[in-house]
């Protein structure tokens, strides 16, 4: 990891995780931050990207991402990344497009390891 940045949403705090000019870590954290991190170019684009997202006034994400985990996460990311704005799938519907009818459970384990949060959508 190159760095982070912290930024106060309206929502809480995010975390931001960026290494070589891509975020490879985005969640809300708990409680105050006892640091900020150093903000960049790449996480203001990233920030601004989120809120006009979160206002509706966004409905594409197009900064650079570096999705890791294992091969049968990434696949699940894949798919999340693949649902059209506004849309939701159940855990069963994204195992069948993965075609591994019957991994519903390791899907939702997935998804709860998501790295990037709304930028690849789950819960």
Same mark, same amino acid.
């Given at each position: 990891?190159?760095?982070?940045?912290?930024?106060?949403?309206?929502?809480?705090?995010?975390?931001?995780?960026?290494?070589?000019?891509?975020?490879?870590?985005?969640?809300?954290?708990? @409680? #105050?931050?006892?640091?900020?991190?150093?903000?960049? $170019? %790449?996480?203001?684009?990233?920030?601004? &990207?989120?809120?006009? +997202?979160?206002?509706?006034?966004?409905?594409?994400?197009?900064?650079?991402?570096?999705?890791? @985990? #294992?091969?049968?996460?990434?696949?699940?990311?894949? $798919? %999340?990344?693949?649902?059209?704005?506004? &849309?939701?799938?159940? +855990?069963?519907?994204?195992?069948?497009?993965?075609?591994?009818?019957?991994?519903?459970?390791?899907?939702?384990?997935?998804?709860?390891?998501?790295?990037?949060?709304?930028?690849?959508?789950?819960?």
């Amino acid at each position: 990891m190159d760095g982070f940045a912290i930024y106060k949403s309206e929502f809480g705090y995010l975390r931001m995780e960026y290494e070589k000019g891509k975020i490879i870590y985005l969640k809300k954290i708990q @409680g #105050t931050p006892k640091e900020n991190g150093e903000k960049t $170019e %790449l996480t203001d684009e990233v920030f601004e &990207q989120l809120t006009e +997202y979160l206002a509706g006034r966004h409905k594409k994400f197009d900064f650079p991402y570096e999705l890791r @985990g #294992t091969e049968f996460q990434k696949k699940a990311w894949a $798919e %999340l990344e693949k649902i059209p704005y506004g &849309q939701t799938r159940t +855990y069963g519907q994204q195992a069948v497009a993965m075609g591994r009818p019957k991994a519903s459970r390791a899907v939702g384990m997935a998804n709860h390891c998501n790295p990037i949060i709304i930028v690849v959508p789950c819960h």
